[in-house]
């Protein structure tokens, strides 16, 4: 079974907005923090936002004040709200939980493909 899947990906001109969605098993959303990661061409993987269970969110400083990370408890599903999208934001866009336990493995959803483009 697919553990996160995203979705809400796509083209958009510099300036729009996008929404993105995670949705997970109750499991492991209840156990994990959430975040959101990015891949663009030719870079590594790199962190845009972390949302714990408590509330307290962190976020990249090429993203913060334009980005908002959240989280619908009731759907078991995490969101990355993405305003004022620059070029530079076109990359794969993955979700990620990460189990507070120490010896628990991150999960991964398979990525969505956000394009930033006139």
């Known amino acids: 079974q697919v553990q996160l899947v995203e979705s809400g990906g796509g083209l958009v001109q510099p300036g729009g907005s996008l929404r993105l969605s995670c949705a997970a098993s109750?499991?492991?959303?209840?156990?994990?923090?959430m975040g959101w990661y990015r891949q663009g061409p030719g870079k590594q993987r790199e962190l845009v936002a972390t949302?714990?269970?408590?509330?307290?969110?962190t976020y990249a400083d090429s993203v913060k004040g334009r980005f908002t990370i959240s989280r619908d408890n009731a759907k078991n599903t995490v969101y990355l709200q993405m305003n004022s999208l620059k070029p530079e934001d076109t990359a794969v866009y993955y979700c990620?939980?990460?189990?507070?336990?120490?010896?628990?493995?991150?999960?991964w959803g398979q990525g969505t493909q956000v394009t930033v483009s006139s």
């Open positions: 990620n939980a990460r189990p507070v336990r120490a010896d628990s493995r991150d999960y």
């Open positions: 949302l714990t269970r408590g509330g307290t969110t």
């Open positions: 109750e499991t492991i959303f209840s156990l994990s923090v």
